[in-house]
């Protein structure tokens, strides 16, 4: 049977993984911090032809926004050249919204 | 709109690799360019690599193969025997440098921090954001050398009514409709101490940090200086490219965007390089380190606090060998065995600003000064 004190080393000692892990600057080096394909879903053909075009997808796959944050993007991307059709505009902006949206901090 | 066909040609890739569902994508392809340990890729196409604090504190000199690498539009191939830097606009003599004829001009030798502007994005407690999410090491302290922008004009002979400097350069984006990438600054910085920087760490300037020639504007932020520049304009006004215009501003929740302040000189930071996060490390007198810059402006001073800010201790500074060169700082300090603890840092400026606690967020993450905490167990 574990005492009181056991439990609370073996929290101490997750509590301390979990801040190493977040952290970043400790052990090996990251290569990647953020998924490299865009997630299985509705709107991944769209996302690899549009968004791919000009950069890699973890630069999508880091950011966090609400439909509005993306309808910008995606309004500033159609102004430089991506032309989806309406109803690919509104599938994309629903799979980035539903795959990447507000951040909960 | 670019035809994919066109896209691919552009790219040098054959009609056998697909961009959607292929076997070979360009960020894959790219990804096999392996940066160095110590460094995290936060994108792979275009590049950007941030240093690890435990790379960081290594050395006062950031070595250039750790160094941070921050591209807007990807790392263009440039002949550079066929390489000219064209000096135009309100001058009375436009020159066409090659890199010969700028390697036998003056050279300066100036070291001096570049942070990205948007370091510390990551950090920002915003549920939106966007661009990419940078910790704290999109910076680094290195020896650049190269003609002074002084030098230069001096010889184009600028014309009086040359207020600013636009810096165009060779780095495109994949669709033809994105605006290039061109930034300017006031002719005052400008003929002050800004370099066309042809080596970095004592080597040529590598293809990725700009290579064969960037700007580097001492204590500004990164964005201004141009890498792969190819051409110098003297003008009248700022530039009103996107990236002057729109880009680069601190707009704050709630504020108006066309009255936001511009992204220019750095804010004074500090950063912890040890202990690193999460460490154990033996009981008894800890040593703290790491680095502090301040902008045009140098440091100060820089304190550290073992109590969640309640008492500050002034750490050691070594010398200022140039006000926007980072200085090392260190203390040592007791601490009783057997407990977790935390390390704050904090620097001041010259012109005395200091670290906020929490810098203001804004909605693309710019300038994110906030104090550096690390928490750490003493065993």
């Given at each position: 049977m574990w005492t009181r004190r056991a439990w609370a080393a073996v929290l101490l000692v997750a509590l301390f993984a979990a801040a190493a892990g977040s952290a970043g600057d400790k052990g090996p080096p990251r290569r990647e911090v953020y998924p490299a394909q865009f997630p299985d879903g509705a709107g991944r053909p769209l996302a690899e032809r549009y968004c791919a075009i000009c950069h890699a997808p973890t630069l999508v796959t880091q950011q966090a926004k609400d439909s509005t944050g993306w309808e910008k993007t995606m309004s500033q991307m159609e102004k430089w050249g991506i032309q989806p059709t309406p109803a690919e505009h509104d599938s994309l902006r629903d799979y980035l919204v539903s795959h990447f949206g507000p951040r909960v901090r | 709109m670019l035809r994919r066909r066109d896209f691919l040609r552009r790219l040098g890739l054959t009609g056998a690799v697909a961009l959607a569902g292929g076997a070979l994508k360009p960020w894959e392809a790219l990804a096999k360019a392996a940066p160095e340990p110590g460094l995290i890729v936060r994108n792979t196409w275009p590049e950007h690599w941030e240093t690890t604090l435990d790379a960081l504190g290594r050395a006062w000199w950031t070595p250039n193969e750790l160094f941070f690498v921050r591209s807007h539009f990807g790392a263009p191939e440039i002949d550079v025997s066929a390489w000219r830097l064209e000096v135009t606009g309100l001058v009375d003599r436009p020159l066409s440098l090659s890199l010969s004829e700028l390697k036998k001009a003056p050279q300066a030798d100036a070291v001096t921090v570049l942070e990205c502007a948007g370091n510390g994005r990551g950090l920002y407690k915003l549920p939106n954001t966007a661009g990419t999410q940078w910790e704290r090491g999109a910076v680094g302290n290195a020896r650049w050398a190269g003609p002074l922008l002084s030098t230069i004009l001096y010889h184009a002979d600028l014309?009086?009514?040359?207020k600013h400097v636009w810096f165009e350069a060779a780095d495109r984006a994949a669709l033809p409709d994105v605006p290039p990438f061109v930034r300017s600054i006031p002719i005052e910085k400008a003929l002050q101490d800004t370099m066309l920087a042809l080596r970095m760490g004592g080597s040529p300037l590598p293809r990725l940090h700009g290579g064969p020639a960037r700007i580097i504007v001492p204590g500004w932020y990164g964005m201004a200086s141009t890498k792969w520049v190819t051409r110098i304009r003297a003008e009248a006004t700022p530039s009103d490219n996107h990236w002057m215009a729109r880009g680069y501003h601190y707009v704050y929740?709630?504020?108006?965007p066309a009255s936001a302040a511009p992204v220019q000189e750095m804010k004074v930071k500090s950063i912890i390089t040890w202990p690193l996060e999460g460490s154990r490390i033996p009981g008894g007198s800890v040593h703290f380190a790491g680095f502090a810059w301040g902008g045009p402006a140098g440091v100060r001073l820089v304190e550290v606090s073992l109590d969640d800010g309640r008492d500050w201790r002034p750490a050691f500074l070594d010398a200022e060998r140039s006000a926007t060169a980072w200085r090392a700082w260190s203390v040592d300090l007791p601490v009783d065995p057997h407990k977790m603890m935390s390390v704050m840092v904090r620097a001041f400026d010259g012109n005395g600003q200091q670290q906020p606690l929490e810098a203001r967020a804004n909605a693309s993450g710019y300038g994110n000064n906030s104090i550096h905490r690390v928490s750490f167990r003493v065993d």
């Amino acid at each position: 049977m574990w005492t009181r004190r056991a439990w609370a080393a073996v929290l101490l000692v997750a509590l301390f993984a979990a801040a190493a892990g977040s952290a970043g600057d400790k052990g090996p080096p990251r290569r990647e911090v953020y998924p490299a394909q865009f997630p299985d879903g509705a709107g991944r053909p769209l996302a690899e032809r549009y968004c791919a075009i000009c950069h890699a997808p973890t630069l999508v796959t880091q950011q966090a926004k609400d439909s509005t944050g993306w309808e910008k993007t995606m309004s500033q991307m159609e102004k430089w050249g991506i032309q989806p059709t309406p109803a690919e505009h509104d599938s994309l902006r629903d799979y980035l919204v539903s795959h990447f949206g507000p951040r909960v901090r | 709109m670019l035809r994919r066909r066109d896209f691919l040609r552009r790219l040098g890739l054959t009609g056998a690799v697909a961009l959607a569902g292929g076997a070979l994508k360009p960020w894959e392809a790219l990804a096999k360019a392996a940066p160095e340990p110590g460094l995290i890729v936060r994108n792979t196409w275009p590049e950007h690599w941030e240093t690890t604090l435990d790379a960081l504190g290594r050395a006062w000199w950031t070595p250039n193969e750790l160094f941070f690498v921050r591209s807007h539009f990807g790392a263009p191939e440039i002949d550079v025997s066929a390489w000219r830097l064209e000096v135009t606009g309100l001058v009375d003599r436009p020159l066409s440098l090659s890199l010969s004829e700028l390697k036998k001009a003056p050279q300066a030798d100036a070291v001096t921090v570049l942070e990205c502007a948007g370091n510390g994005r990551g950090l920002y407690k915003l549920p939106n954001t966007a661009g990419t999410q940078w910790e704290r090491g999109a910076v680094g302290n290195a020896r650049w050398a190269g003609p002074l922008l002084s030098t230069i004009l001096y010889h184009a002979d600028l014309k009086p009514e040359a207020k600013h400097v636009w810096f165009e350069a060779a780095d495109r984006a994949a669709l033809p409709d994105v605006p290039p990438f061109v930034r300017s600054i006031p002719i005052e910085k400008a003929l002050q101490d800004t370099m066309l920087a042809l080596r970095m760490g004592g080597s040529p300037l590598p293809r990725l940090h700009g290579g064969p020639a960037r700007i580097i504007v001492p204590g500004w932020y990164g964005m201004a200086s141009t890498k792969w520049v190819t051409r110098i304009r003297a003008e009248a006004t700022p530039s009103d490219n996107h990236w002057m215009a729109r880009g680069y501003h601190y707009v704050y929740p709630g504020e108006d965007p066309a009255s936001a302040a511009p992204v220019q000189e750095m804010k004074v930071k500090s950063i912890i390089t040890w202990p690193l996060e999460g460490s154990r490390i033996p009981g008894g007198s800890v040593h703290f380190a790491g680095f502090a810059w301040g902008g045009p402006a140098g440091v100060r001073l820089v304190e550290v606090s073992l109590d969640d800010g309640r008492d500050w201790r002034p750490a050691f500074l070594d010398a200022e060998r140039s006000a926007t060169a980072w200085r090392a700082w260190s203390v040592d300090l007791p601490v009783d065995p057997h407990k977790m603890m935390s390390v704050m840092v904090r620097a001041f400026d010259g012109n005395g600003q200091q670290q906020p606690l929490e810098a203001r967020a804004n909605a693309s993450g710019y300038g994110n000064n906030s104090i550096h905490r690390v928490s750490f167990r003493v065993d």
